[in-house]
C-alpha cells in the first residue's frame, strides 16, 4: 500500500466526452505527477503538480489539464476524447518536487480508462 | 533523443532460476536509475534506485547494477517465486524533467 488513492478504477466513455479522474496523495507529499500508459508500453509523463501549480509538461496536447487542490489531491481532466487515450492512468506523489525526478515515486492502482 | 531500451520483451523460466533483466539508456545528463515492478493493471512499485555513484543496490531477491559509462543497468532476480510474475519497468531521470520509462520485461514465473 503506497497511500495514494484514485478513483474510478475502471470507466468506459465514448468518443469526444470529456472525463476526470481523482488522486489522493499520500499524507505530507505535496507534488503528483499524472501518468498515461498504454497496453504493453511503459508509462507516458503528462504533467506534474507541485503545491497547487503546474511544475512541467510531457508531451501531451491542451485537451489533458489538470488540477491540484489546498490538500495536495489532484485532478487530471480530459476533454474530447479519442480512441487513443484508452489507458491506464496512473498518478504518483512524492515528498517534493525535487524528490518526483529524484526519488521515490508513490504510484496508484490506477484509472482504467476505455474509450469507445 | 532520450530513450529507455529494456529487452527482453518477454521472459519466461521455470520457479526456483535466476534471471537478468537488461536496460539500456541514453538519457543525459545522468540523474539517477530506478527499477519498479508493476503487478498487472496495478501501479508500479520502486524496488531500487540508483544515483551516478551507486554500482549496485540490493533489495532483497533483487539486485540491480548500473554501469553509468556505458549506460547499462540490470536488475537480477534470485531464485525466482510466482509472485515474481509481472512487468519490471526501468526508470532513467536526467536533468529537469527528462524522467524516461522504460516500455518494460514482461517477466513470467511457471511452477
Known amino acids: 500500500e503506497t497511500g495514494v488513492t484514485q478513483s474510478p478504477t475502471h470507466l468506459i466513455k465514448t468518443r469526444g466526452q470529456q472525463v476526470t479522474l481523482r488522486c489522493s496523495s499520500q499524507s505530507g507529499h505535496n507534488t503528483v505527477s499524472w501518468y498515461q500508459q498504454a497496453l504493453g508500453q511503459g508509462p507516458q509523463f503528462i504533467f506534474q503538480y507541485y503545491r497547487e501549480e503546474e511544475n512541467g509538461r510531457g508531451n501531451f496536447p491542451p485537451r489533458f489539464s489538470g488540477l491540484q487542490f489546498p490538500n495536495y489531491s489532484s485532478e487530471l481532466n480530459v476533454n474530447a476524447l479519442e480512441l487513443d487515450d484508452s489507458a491506464l492512468y496512473l498518478c504518483?506523489?512524492?515528498?517534493?518536487?525535487?524528490?518526483?525526478?529524484?526519488?521515490?515515486?508513490?504510484f496508484g492502482e490506477g484509472s482504467r480508462l476505455t474509450v469507445l | 533523443k532520450n530513450q529507455v531500451e529494456q529487452s527482453p520483451q518477454s521472459l519466461i523460466i521455470l520457479e526456483g532460476k535466476n534471471c537478468t533483466l537488461q536496460c539500456n539508456y541514453t538519457v543525459s545528463p545522468f540523474s539517477n536509475l530506478r527499477w519498479y515492478k508493476q503487478d498487472t493493471g496495478r501501479g508500479p512499485v520502486s524496488l531500487t534506485i540508483m544515483t551516478f555513484s551507486e554500482n549496485t543496490k540490493s533489495n532483497g531477491r533483487y539486485t540491480a547494477t548500473l554501469d553509468a559509462d556505458t549506460k547499462q543497468s540490470s536488475l537480477h532476480i534470485t531464485a525466482s517465486q510466482l509472485s515474481d510474475s509481472a512487468s519490471y519497468i526501468c526508470?532513467?531521470?536526467?536533468?529537469?524533467?527528462?524522467?524516461?520509462f522504460g516500455a518494460g520485461t514482461r517477466l513470467f514465473v511457471k511452477a
Open positions: 504518483a506523489s512524492s515528498p517534493d518536487r525535487s524528490f518526483a525526478n529524484t526519488g521515490e515515486l508513490f
Open positions: 526508470v532513467v531521470s536526467g536533468a529537469g524533467f527528462k524522467t524516461i
